[in-house]
């Protein structure tokens, strides 16, 4: 009897769901080991400008994905989607086509006015305030991504010497629910940013037993009473960047 008090954290540790995502691999192709999961457009359309990537497959339905491959590199760049059950449901299907290595790169809002724009975030652990991420790890307030993925990206950055924190996120369904009550709470845990995804994409790579990591840039600034865009988005050259550096360190992932 699964039965809780609350239908959020009623966990079931089975495997086997009514529909698992194998089924896909009815419909298209494997693809390569090394994922890149992108959420820049512009950076995606300026690789594909330069031909670094081209356009392998799509994954339609009533919201589709392309699925892009490197040129010169076994290494297989999507873009993400918005939300834990878009982008996490969509790595779900990833690794059943055969993904084994995963790195994230997107931006978020930052709890921190230190942390400036373009400031890379290397994630550690998510406080888990969504849903989706309940179905495949069991019920905790936290879940830590692999250690030992943050190791090798760590190593990467220091070895490169580029300019980056390891810290805590803040994955939330509901952006417009992002309360000062609810964000002073946050800080007080420890968290420097939020998003919408990591806890998912995390709870998700622990149980199908694949490398993730993930790296976000500082973006908007949510740390004070008044809402901060700082123009985030309009940062191409960090956003192409992170993207190109994602590809070098997933790469070092075995």
Request: proline content about 3%; charged content about 30%; hydrophobic content about 40%.
């Amino acid at each position: 009897m699964i039965k809780k008090a609350f239908p959020i954290i009623e966990f079931d540790p089975s495997k086997d769901a009514l529909i698992n995502p194998d089924h896909i691999l009815r419909k298209h192709d494997k693809i390569s080991e090394r994922l890149i999961v992108c959420f820049f457009i512009d950076a995606i359309n300026a690789l594909l400008k330069r031909g670094d990537i081209y356009l392998t497959d799509t994954l339609k339905g009533e919201n589709h994905v392309e699925i892009y491959r490197f040129k010169d590199k076994d290494v297989t760049l999507v873009p993400g989607r918005l939300g834990a059950p878009a982008c996490a449901g969509f790595l779900d299907d990833f690794i059943a086509l055969g993904a084994k290595h995963i790195m994230f790169c997107g931006g978020g809002g930052v709890l921190r006015s230190d942390l400036t724009v373009g400031k890379f975030i290397v994630i550690d652990s998510a406080i888990r305030d969504e849903g989706m991420s309940y179905h495949y790890i069991k019920p905790s307030r936290e879940i830590n991504a692999n250690p030992m993925i943050v190791k090798k990206i760590t190593a990467y950055l220091d070895a490169n010497q580029f300019d980056y924190i390891v810290g805590k996120t803040w994955t939330t369904d509901a952006f417009y629910r992002e309360t000062l009550a609810r964000i002073n709470l946050r800080k007080e845990e420890g968290a420097i940013i939020v998003e919408m995804e990591q806890s998912a994409m995390i709870a998700v790579s622990e149980f199908r037993n694949v490398n993730y990591g993930a790296i976000i840039y500082g973006g908007d600034d949510v740390s004070k009473e008044k809402w901060d865009s700082r123009n985030w988005r309009d940062k191409t050259d960090i956003r192409l960047g992170l993207t190109e550096l994602c590809l070098e360190i997933v790469q070092t992932f075995e």
